[in-house]
């Protein structure tokens, strides 16, 4: 299942907030939150793996403008 990353901060955002209560929410939502949270893993996760590569094109980029 591809899941945005608009989908993915909101799902961190409706829980850091405390505008999703897990408890409370159905098991339709419930799901729907599990999908979006192992998507922020899993893209967190990549993130990690090509951090240095990621910075090296973000400071070039940095220092190309001017």
Do not use: C, W, Y
């Not at 799902?11 to 408890?23: E, H, K, L, N, Q």
């Amino acid at each position: 299942m591809k899941v945005s990353l608009k989908s993915q901060i909101a799902a961190i955002d409706a829980i850091t907030s405390g505008r999703f209560s897990i408890v409370a929410s159905n098991q339709a939502a419930r799901s729907l939150l599990i999908d979006q949270l192992q998507a922020v893993a899993l893209t967190l996760r990549l993130i990690q793996k090509h951090e240095a590569e990621i910075r090296a094109v973000l400071e070039a980029k940095k220092d190309s403008r001017p």
